[in-house]
């Protein structure tokens, strides 16, 4: 357990069909971010958000909805995703951004999403 | 702007080869931060080590080792004696300090390694 918890672990979704996906940790970070893992493809940063603020976003389509409703919890909306949007969906957090840089960020364990 | 490019894929290796993962990068900043990631099969990204762009030293953590060299702008990761539980997805990531890229990690690919018994 690395602190960071991501649910659920798998889902399985039409294109029309609206869900979300949950981060939520208690290291008492402040720092929160998605990326997307696709295979054979580099961790691509999605959104930032620091102190419940979106600092980034990456150009990311806006079938993709983030939230923060707090410095502890992170969702990503989806709605009316693409079979290409199929990935590995990773929630990370930081102390804050600017230690992020310096110490790296902590991981969860990812939602692997396959949209049908 | 930030690049990091882990050239091999895959790699396969019998248990008890060393292996080397390698890794290069690219940044305009004289301050940067290099991260070495682990990936497991349950997918977690496991944090292994971290280096400053000032801090050239290598290091050595049991069977673990990393060669950093900012003269080719190399950050490479040695297991020695590899065993069936460093099977894993391993990846390279930067950050620069003056968030010319906004301040976050910048990953490569990734490299698959098997270690087979």
């Known amino acids: 357990e690395t602190g960071v918890t991501q649910t659920p672990r798998h889902l399985v979704m039409g294109m029309t069909n609206k869900k979300s996906l949950k981060c939520e940790q208690h290291l008492g970070h402040n720092a929160m971010y998605w990326y997307k893992q696709s295979a054979k493809k580099p961790l691509e940063l999605m959104f930032v958000y620091n102190f419940k603020e979106q600092t980034e976003n990456n150009s990311v389509p806006s079938r993709f909805s983030p939230e923060c409703p707090n410095s502890s919890h992170l969702f990503l909306h989806l709605h009316t995703l693409q079979p290409e949007d199929s990935a590995l969906y990773l929630c990370?957090?930081?102390?804050?951004?600017?230690?992020?840089?310096?110490?790296?960020?902590?991981f969860g364990s990812g939602t692997r999403l396959t949209v049908v | 702007a930030q690049k990091v490019t882990q050239a091999q894929t895959e790699i396969s290796v019998v248990e008890k080869e060393d292996v080397t993962l390698d890794c290069v990068y690219e940044t305009r900043d004289t301050t940067y931060y290099l991260f070495w990631y682990k990936q497991p099969p349950s997918g977690e990204l496991v944090f292994l080590i971290r280096?400053?762009?000032?801090?050239?030293q290598n290091e050595i953590s049991g069977r673990y080792s990393w060669n950093f060299q900012k003269s080719t702008s190399s950050f490479n990761f040695t297991i020695t004696a590899s065993q069936v539980v460093d099977s894993a997805v391993y990846f390279c990531a930067l950050s620069e300090e003056f968030f010319d890229q906004g301040g976050k990690l910048i990953f490569g690919q990734g490299t698959e390694l098997s270690v087979k018994p």
């Open positions: 990370a957090s930081s102390r804050n951004r600017e230690e992020g840089v310096v110490y790296g960020y902590t």
């Open positions: 280096r400053n762009s000032f801090d050239e």
